[in-house]
C-alpha cells in the first residue's frame, strides 16, 4: 500500500465513525470533478453520490433532535464502521490483496473507535435540557469532517494527524463525562420504555414479577405464639398476657 493511502484510509475510517455519509460525499465528488487517481472510483458513481446525500440530509435533520440521534447512533453501530471498513478496502484493492486487508482493516477498526466516541459524547450532550447544544455539536461535527476528510486528499498525512489528535481527545472528553453519559443512558433508556422501542426494565427496589407474596401468619396460630399485646414478641414461653413471663434467672437461688 502506498505510503499516502494509509493516512487516507485512517483519516475516512475516522470520519466515516463520525458522519459517514459525508465522507462518501466529498470522496466521490473530489473525484467525479478532479479525477484523482488516490480515490476509489466506485465512490464517484452516480447511485453512490445520489444515496449518499440523500442520506446525509437525513442525517444532518436526525442528529440535531435529542435522544433521536441517539437512535440514529444505535442503528449506525453497524453502518459505520461497514462504510469506513469499505472505503479502506476500496482504497487499497487496486494494488494487492494484502493493502485491501489493511485498508479494510484500518477504516473499520478507526471507524467503530471514533463512533463509539461521538456516542458517548453525544450521550453526555443530552443531559442539557436544551436542544441548541445538539444543533452546535452536530454542525461542528459536519464541519470538521468534511474539512479534514478534504485536507486527507492533498495531505493525507496532515489530516491522520489532526484525526488521530481529535480521536484522542474525544476519547479524553468520553473519561471526563463518563458520569452524565450513565445519568443519560438512565433517561434514554426511561424514554425508550415510554415510546415503546425499548423492554421494560427491572429498577432496584421493584418487586421481581415472578416473586410470590409471603402469606401472614394467622393471629391464632402457632406462628403468632410469643407474641405480646401491641406487637411485642415475648420470651418464647407462651402467648403474653401482658405481664412479663418468669424468666430463669428472676428465680430465687
Known sequence: MGAELIPMAFTAGWGSGVNAYAVVLVLGLADRIFNLSQVPNALARTDVLVGAGILFAVEMLADKIPYVDSVWDSVHTVVRPAVGATIGYLIGHETAGLDAAIGAATGGVTALVSHG????????????????????????????????????????????????????????????LASRIRRYKRRYDAWGERVGIAAPSQRAGDPRPDAVPEPRPDPGSDTDRGREPGGRRGWGLGRGTGSRPERPFDRES
Do not use: C, Q
Not at 140 to 158: C, Q
Open 117 to 176: 466516541i461521538k456516542a458517548g459524547l453525544r450521550a453526555a450532550v443530552n443531559t442539557s435540557p436544551e436542544p441548541a447544544s445538539n444543533v452546535v455539536v452536530s454542525t461542528t461535527e459536519d464541519v470538521t469532517v468534511t474539512g479534514v476528510t478534504a485536507l486527507a486528499i492533498a495531505h493525507p498525512w496532515w489530516a491522520a494527524a489532526i484525526a488521530l489528535l481529535l480521536l484522542a481527545l474525544g476519547a479524553f472528553l468520553v473519561y471526563k
